[in-house]
């Protein structure tokens, strides 16, 4: 399958969203598909951690099983899927100036056939996901951004 890939400028400094994307286990704030994040292991944090992610969209309910595979803070975190769902993904933040980061959000998935496989993938990629990762950075940015 291709890749799903969108993006926001947040009113924040990348430090700021860092701060806020770098607690994996705080995803559930903003992801509206991560219901629940359980570390395997020790490690939380940085390439190798290993956790479950209890992923709900519409009427499935899954746990994905992912890896840390990039870890450069306020640069960029990367995973593998390697449950059900494979793949990779990554998120990139990139400072637009002192108060302005471009988040950008990458993953390239592959479903089983009971999901659909590539068809599951295209639609369920490229339409529901795409569209409801939008909505994650939204809430993303505002968790981020200053309330006045």
Known sequence: MGGIKVSR??????????????????????????????FIGDQQRGVGTKFLCLTKVGPIRLTDTMRITQWAPQRAMGVEHVGIVTGSGVFTLESLGANS???VWEETLRFPWWLGGPLGALIGGKIVLAAIWRGNLRRLATLCEPTH
């Open 9 to 38: 400028d947040i009113a924040a400094s990348v430090e700021r969203v860092w701060q806020v994307v770098e607690p994996v286990e705080r995803h559930i704030d903003w992801m509206a598909d991560a219901e629940s994040i359980t």
């Open 101 to 103: 980061t471009r988040f």
